[in-house]
């Protein structure tokens, strides 16, 4: 089972999965998986971290500086190692338990970043997986990963937190 939820850029996503994240913590619910939390102030993003839904630990993933070697997503630098600790965060998850996905973009249309891992987890029909993505990449996004009627829920669906936990915990 996969829901998916999508809004524009900088609309709120990840600040509605932190928030559903600490009300599930809360109720001592199991879930894991990967935020990308965005470093910076909301007009100047220099880049974006890595949160570990798990641990709380947090790692550096894109900067809008790096070596010229560095592999390139729009403005942003790759940091080497990234994606591959992203990548085992969400492997790592029970297979019970829910997987969180912030998000899925252009590195992942392309079977980069982390589609590799993203691929084997939504290769399970019955896994509870959550996956962020932006509007303007949904309906590619979902053709390229073969979704065929995921549940969609728009950020901006006042039932958004209730709706994403009925369809990962229902």
Known sequence: MTVILTGPRRSGKTTLLRDVATSWKRRGMSFGGILSLAVGSPEDVSGYDIYNLE??????FLRREGHQEWEKTGRFAVLPGAVAAASEIMLRVSPDNPVIIDEAGPLELQGRGWWPAAARLLSTPSRPILLVVRDGFLER?????????PDVVSVDDPCAAVKIEGGLFG
């Open 141 to 149: 996004f979902c053709t390229f990963a073969g979704l065929e009627r």
């Open 55 to 60: 641990t709380g630990e947090v790692f550096p």
